[in-house]
């Protein structure tokens, strides 16, 4: 199977235009399961494909699956959230996260997380972030 390029609307693929083309954005959340030790494959992997640009969100639980050196690309945990914002007019990483995905993908998806979903639960990083806006599309 070849590699989705991403490229920007009205530009064929492959072409040497001198027009930038933006970045798709995909968030990466990744919970406590056993499956969380193939977060460094499914990263290496999504990265092949040509105008990804990826980051990924973890749950404390998920961190005892993976290395987080592994991980070529930035990782947002629980304690990001909480040291980045000082005051009221700080940016808050959870919306600026979902701000910045155009897709996110929940990859493993533990139970846990998915009955915080599935009840509005939202007491950490990744399920703050996967709030997403009624217009996002979805999966």
């Not at 064929?12 to 968030?27: C, D, I, R, T, W």
């Not at 919970?31 to 969380?36: F, K, L, N, Q």
């Not at 959870?94 to 990859?107: C, P």
């Not at 009840?119 to 599309?137: E, H, W, Y």
Request: proline share 7%; charged share 20%; glycine share 6%.
């Amino acid at each position: 199977m070849e590699p989705l390029s991403l490229s920007e609307p009205g530009i064929p693929a492959g072409n040497s235009s001198s027009v930038a083309q933006e970045k798709f954005h995909v968030l990466v959340g990744v919970t406590g399961s056993v499956a969380a030790l193939k977060l460094p494959l499914l990263v290496a992997e999504l990265l092949k494909i040509p105008g990804l640009e990826v980051k990924v969100v973890t749950t404390e639980k998920a961190k005892h699956f993976y290395n987080a050196q592994e991980i070529p690309v930035t990782l947002y945990g629980d304690e990001e959230e909480w040291q980045l914002w000082k005051g009221r007019s700080d940016p808050v990483l959870h919306i600026e996260l979902r701000r910045w995905a155009d897709l996110m993908v929940v990859a493993p998806l533990d139970a846990n997380t998915l009955a915080k979903v599935a009840n509005g639960i939202c007491d950490n990083l990744l399920v703050s972030t996967q709030a997403l806006p009624a217009t996002a599309p979805q999966l």
